[in-house]
């Protein structure tokens, strides 16, 4: 009998790293390449750095990797996606992919984030940031949303916005230890949701702010879109939201509404589905923010609770200060249908929700 030890079981995740490089070996055969991983965000894909070293008939150069292996569906949607936009908006080349196996490599924008963009910058120089921002995004809402009668992307219907934020109710009110009123919360689903589907449609990123736009490293000058793969069909205010309602910038309430009317100036002049006036553009803005952020409560929560992801709860103060000003505001300046469903609803949060919120987040 042998005592030589018995070799150890790769873990999962060795497993999964060994099958990567002997893909990535028949790849970019007989060429050296080392493999930096990257620190994983709420998705369950994972992304590497790959840096080729240039042989004398072959170039080297700095890739992204991305392993989806059990996202296939999602790695199919996203070479899709990636298709779809590219005429009018900058996302990434695809050089190598392996739907089977679950990867994909990528052109490398770099690491220099939206977010990264930011610090230090003058208002000036902020302000050209989300100029850019915008105009990206207006070019992408000039893509048509249907060939043939055929919508080119999944619907974001009434079923799936009401889904989402019902997240705030299945997680983040057990979470504080509220009691949410069901009359009341019903009755403002819907009108939420009613006013949503009636908004202009458009194509829309989902997940369109500072940590998923990238300085190109190969022209400055220009944004790379990533993370786009759950892109639908939906309202033309989501993306906008998610880009100056950022769960992770914070901006006074004047540059957001500066924004705002830029944003609306720019939809004019692209020619894209839009609100007629400003005040209209405004108003389907805060309803879609208050949407988004019921939801991003509900995900943040879950995100700590379900997978142990605990630094969102951090973002949590910056999402409910953005969901109290939108809430405000429908109250205030909503037209008939949107008050009628927000002003009660606002007060039993203020009531009922927030005090339990602040016992939990502001007093630690």
Request: proline share 4%; hydrophobic share 45%; net charge negative.
């Amino acid at each position: 009998m042998s005592d030589t030890p018995a070799p150890t079981p790769l873990s999962s995740a060795d497993a999964r790293l060994q099958q990567l490089t002997l893909w990535l070996e028949h790849v970019f055969a007989n060429q050296l390449f080392s493999l930096d991983s990257l620190a994983g965000d709420a998705s369950a894909r994972r992304y590497h750095r790959l840096q080729l070293q240039a042989t004398e008939n072959k170039a080297g150069g700095d890739y992204m990797v991305m392993d989806s292996a059990d996202e296939q569906e999602a790695l199919k949607q996203f070479l899709a996606v990636a298709t779809l936009m590219r005429p009018v908006v900058n996302v990434p080349d695809i050089f190598a992919e392996d739907v089977d196996k679950g990867f994909l490599v990528l052109q490398d924008f770099g690491g220099v984030e939206f977010a990264h963009l930011l610090t230090g910058a003058d208002a000036t120089q902020v302000d050209g940031h989300y100029t850019a921002a915008m105009q990206s995004l207006a070019a992408l809402q000039t893509l048509p949303i249907s060939i043939n009668d055929t919508l080119v992307l999944p619907l974001y219907d009434a079923a799936l916005l009401t889904q989402e934020m019902q997240l705030f109710r299945d997680w983040f009110v057990p979470h504080i230890d509220a009691l949410l009123d069901n009359t009341l919360w019903e009755n403002v689903l819907n009108a939420l949701v009613t006013q949503i589907t009636n908004q202009p449609q458009v194509i829309v990123h989902r997940d369109y702010h500072s940590r998923n736009l990238m300085q190109d490293r190969a022209d400055s000058e220009r944004l790379g879109i990533i993370d786009f793969q759950d892109a639908v069909i939906g309202a033309y205010s989501y993306d906008f939201v998610s880009l100056v309602r950022d769960a992770y910038v914070d901006w006074s309430e004047a540059q957001i509404t500066a924004w705002t009317e830029a944003f609306w100036q720019l939809q004019q002049m692209q020619g894209v589905p839009s609100a007629a006036t400003l005040e209209q553009f405004t108003q389907d803005v805060m309803v879609m923010g208050v949407q988004r952020h019921l939801k991003v409560l509900g995900i943040f929560v879950r995100l700590f609770k379900r997978d142990g992801k605990a630094r969102y709860l951090n973002d949590i103060p910056k999402v409910m200060r953005d969901l109290l000003v939108e809430l405000e505001w429908l109250s205030k300046h909503g037209d008939a249908s949107i008050k009628q469903a927000v002003t009660p609803f606002y007060q039993h949060l203020q009531t009922h929700i927030y005090p339990a919120y602040a016992a939990k987040f502001l007093s630690e």
